[in-house]
């Protein structure tokens, strides 16, 4: 028998076995490394909601015994009232929103005068945008310049540096009208006011953020003057 090739079969598969389980406990190490981050990150992610949970109980009263998803419930119920308040707020002191925005209404009503019906549609446009220099006469302008609508009213409210305008305009046509001078449809004449009051509001800030870089100084020809070299200089002189 051949002794010492079993020998060294017998070392090499000890020496292989050894590998085989520092590789194992490799993989085990790392795998206990990711869970035991795993779970650091979940512990931080349950104390920012814990977190979070207790700053709306301290806000919404009579909520600290209250179950995490009631309490959820009743915190959306306070932030719709909120809401509906602010609205209501908007709608009855006319304050200007934090958005630009652009919003048309209509309404309609028929006046008979002698044998002929005149239908006069009302038609209410509100605008709230920064302030600008000519703002309303801007916007009056192109309101004026839809045909056959005229403006009877205007509100304006500020706060800050936002503004809110509120016009009511009309068109009036008689029944009378010939076929080829209809009556355009309701919700024709409510998309050409938004779209021209679009129009008019992209033209003004345009214009208005052109005038403020044409009035910015030049800091860079400022603290860097033109520099003029000897012979300029004697040739000027001369």
Aim: proline content about 3%.
């Amino acid at each position: 028998m051949d002794f010492m090739g079993f020998r060294g079969g017998a070392g090499l598969y000890q020496s292989v076995g050894r590998r085989n389980g520092h590789v194992g406990g490799v993989a085990e190490v790392r795998a206990a490394l990711a869970l035991k981050s795993h779970s650091e990150a979940e512990r931080r992610r349950r104390e920012r909601i814990n977190s979070h949970l207790s700053t709306l109980r301290r806000l919404i009263p009579n909520t600290s015994k209250m179950e995490k998803a009631a309490l959820l419930a009743e915190v959306i119920s306070q932030l719709r009232q909120l809401q509906t308040a602010a609205a209501e707020v908007r709608r009855r002191w006319n304050v200007p929103s934090d958005i630009d925005e652009i919003t048309v209404e209509e309404g309609e009503r028929v006046e008979s005068s002698g044998s002929s019906s005149s239908t006069v549609r009302s038609i209410k446009a509100t605008i709230c945008c920064d302030d600008r220099p000519d703002l309303l006469a801007d916007l009056k302008k192109a309101l004026e310049s839809i045909l056959r609508l005229k403006t009877v009213s205007a509100e304006i409210s500020t706060v800050g540096c936002r503004i809110r305008f509120v016009f009511i305009l009309v068109t009036t046509r008689t029944s009378t009208t010939t076929s080829q001078e209809q009556e355009p449809a309701a919700g024709v004449i409510t998309r050409s006011v938004q779209q021209t009051l679009k129009c008019a509001l992209a033209r003004i800030s345009s214009s208005s953020s052109h005038r403020r870089r044409q009035n910015q100084p030049d800091f860079f020809s400022a603290r860097n003057p033109r520099r003029i070299s000897p012979l300029e200089s004697s040739s000027s002189s001369s």
